[in-house]
């Protein structure tokens, strides 16, 4: 296996640097139908090819999006963050996130986005991060409010997904909002990781 760097450590997962040996998983969790329920196109089917120049343009498009693994203490992939629509003038950028459902239930995703924001706030000098998820999507929204996001709004019936249109929910946490949620916890939100 190919060593990687590591971002930032947490205590059930880490975010390292997406490498290529792990677009093969990637694009196979992808292509799972339940996994993909929750993504922007249900439908979408891809090839290996296609993830491949998705993993040769993530260099190419470092200024506007980040991808990261994210991994568990055994340093398996078990999913990915991604930040995209970085806009450094307005200190914006969107999240998004998935974990391969071999590994739900087991709160990945929720110190994964924690640690995401970690990264926007302390280290990218973002003032705002915010998400978007389909209203049957439970689990997403349980991460997303776990972390500090508000709602801000939604498209009614603005998707469809397998289930039928649903809506689309908008979410957005702000740096002072997140710091005073780390100060309300004693900063443990922030600093029981270690980069």
Known sequence: MAMRPIILKGEK??????IKEDVQKIWEWNNDREVAK???DPSDVSTLEEWMRWYENLTAKKLTKRAFAVLNDDGELVGTVILSGIDLRNGTAEIGY???KEHWGKGYASEAVKLALRFCFQYMNLRKVFARTYENNAASIKVLEKNGFKLTGKL???????EGYVDVLFYDIMREEWQALAEAMGNTWTSCFTS
Request: aromatic fraction near 10%.
């Open 13 to 18: 997962v880490a975010l390292g640097v997406i």
């Open 38 to 40: 929750s993504l922007a």
């Open 156 to 162: 009614r019936k603005h998707a469809w997904t397998p």
């Open 98 to 100: 998935f974990i391969g």
